[in-house]
């Protein structure tokens, strides 16, 4: 069995641990090149951003080549999967890649605008989130045939999404490329480590005179931010300093599971 996965803050990586077989980094694989892959059982594990499939997935599952009798996905959310499980499907059909299981979790939310990171931490057992990932885990071992259904309201809140964020941040992004760069800043106590550079799923970052330098591409995972060891990135709006990253993933994995950056 084959898992490809991206992640931030390590609870994606923490699912493909949990459903075993061989490791594979989304953004390594793009970087890479190498984009055909074949096993008996292949699984795609990521993150919903806003509702939807982030382009970074959608752009791998545009270029890859899937060889498989079994395939599925697990995608996390932190408060509201819209419908993203059924855009998943559709972007697979167009692509030839006939998923047979698709499921949604919920996990600890990363969004630092909407949620004060100590807090979700509290609230993680409530979450259920072992429960879930080992019915999960037991459905995929059973290789069941399920596609989550996604609710009418939900493919509502998706569409407000695409038509009123979407669109407009995108436009703003051809116009003006530093979007979202301009909404990090670096206290001055940074001391040039390099983890956000080599964290950045996108090489959107370098160490430039002892610190980071956004440049232009930022996909807004918040990788850079919640992995930095001296917590020295501040994010605009942000509800509290705290961070988070997956408890039962290393940061040396999170640094492995990203495109290395030159700097």
């Keep these: 069995m084959k898992i490809l996965y991206f992640t931030a803050t390590g609870n994606n990586l923490y699912i493909a641990k949990r459903l075993g077989g061989e490791h594979y980094s989304i953004p390594k694989m793009l970087n890479s090149g190498e984009l055909e892959l074949e096993d008996e059982q292949i699984g795609i594990v990521f993150p919903v951003h806003w509702l939807a499939v982030p382009k970074l997935v959608e752009e791998f599952l545009d270029r890859v080549k899937l060889k498989s009798n079994y395939i599925f996905a697990v995608l996390s959310y932190g408060m509201v999967a819209g419908a993203a499980a059924g855009q998943l ?12 299981y698709v499921d949604t979790i919920l996990m600890v939310d990363n969004y630092l605008p909407s949620f004060d990171m100590e807090q979700q931490k509290r609230s993680e057992p409530k979450k259920n989130i072992e429960g879930k990932l080992n019915q999960i885990v037991n459905n995929i071992g ?62 959107n970052i370098i160490i430039n005179s ?45 640094v492995g599971g990203k495109k290395q950056s030159v700097y």
């Excluded at 995972?221 to 020295?232: I, K, M, Q, R």
């Excluded at 990135?233 to 942000?238: D, F, P, S, T, V």
């Design 89 to 100: 499907v559709k972007i697979g059909k167009r692509n030839g890649i006939n998923f047979h």
């Design 210 to 254: 002892g610190k980071p330098e956004y440049l232009g591409k930022c996909i807004f995972c918040l990788a850079c931010t919640h992995g930095c060891p001296s917590n020295v990135i501040r994010l605009k709006g942000e509800r509290s300093k705290a961070r988070y990253t997956n408890k039962n993933v290393t940061l040396k994995e999170l």
């Design 142 to 203: 059973q290789q069941k045939n399920f596609i989550v259904s996604v609710p009418l309201f939900s493919c509502w809140l998706t569409t407000f999404m695409k038509i009123f964020v979407y669109l407009p941040r995108d436009k703003k992004m051809r116009a003006k490329q530093l979007a979202f760069d301009g909404l990090f800043s670096i206290d001055n106590t940074c001391n040039g480590c390099g983890v956000c550079a080599r964290v950045c799923p996108v090489d």
